[in-house]
């Protein structure tokens, strides 16, 4: 054997080597970076009247690190609504791990609460994070027995966003 085919086969098994160095590493790293247990896509249109939406939803990747990943998608621009339209939505709303009802149960009662419109009005801040310590398999804390705002609420909530 010549030397510059020793050469070539030296570089050649040592790219090869180095090269499953590297794919074993990667293969480590990624499976050692879990996925988030929650996955939360919201489809609004952020702009003022919804903005706290997105502002609650996102303080949840902040409270559950790791474990929940939000993602807001503004239907005003062509690519959210064009994602929004796939969905089949016909109205804003939030899927949690692809779902937008889940089954709830506080202080013994089961009912369903639809992710689905305005926050605050058809679905509360204690019906999401019931459904997320279900989904962490946490013990549920203290929440309204009442998944729906007071008659009350509800009237004040619109009277601050007209148009929703």
Sequence with gaps: ??????????????????????TAGCRRSAAAKQEPTVKI???????????F??????????????????????????EGRERWMKTGLSCAGVFINGKTTY??????????????????TFWTEADMEAVIA????????S???????APAEKAEEEKRAPGR
């Excluded at 054997?1 to 590297?22: E, H, I, K």
Aim: glycine residues 6%.
């Design 103 to 120: 089954d709830v149960t506080r202080d013994g009662k089961t009912e369903a609460v639809n992710f689905i419109k305005r926050m605050g």
């Design 143 to 149: 929440a309204k027995s009442s998944s729906k705002p």
């Design 41 to 51: 896509e919201a489809y609004y249109p952020f702009n003022e009247s919804h903005q």
């Design 53 to 78: 939406i997105g502002d609650y939803l996102k303080e949840l990747e902040k409270k559950y690190p790791g474990q929940v990943a939000v993602e807001l998608i503004d239907f005003r621009y062509p």
């Design 134 to 141: 279900q989904l962490l398999g946490r013990p549920q804390e």
């Design 1 to 22: 054997m010549t030397r510059s085919r020793f050469a070539v086969l030296l570089v050649v098994f040592a790219c090869f080597g180095a090269s499953t160095l590297c």
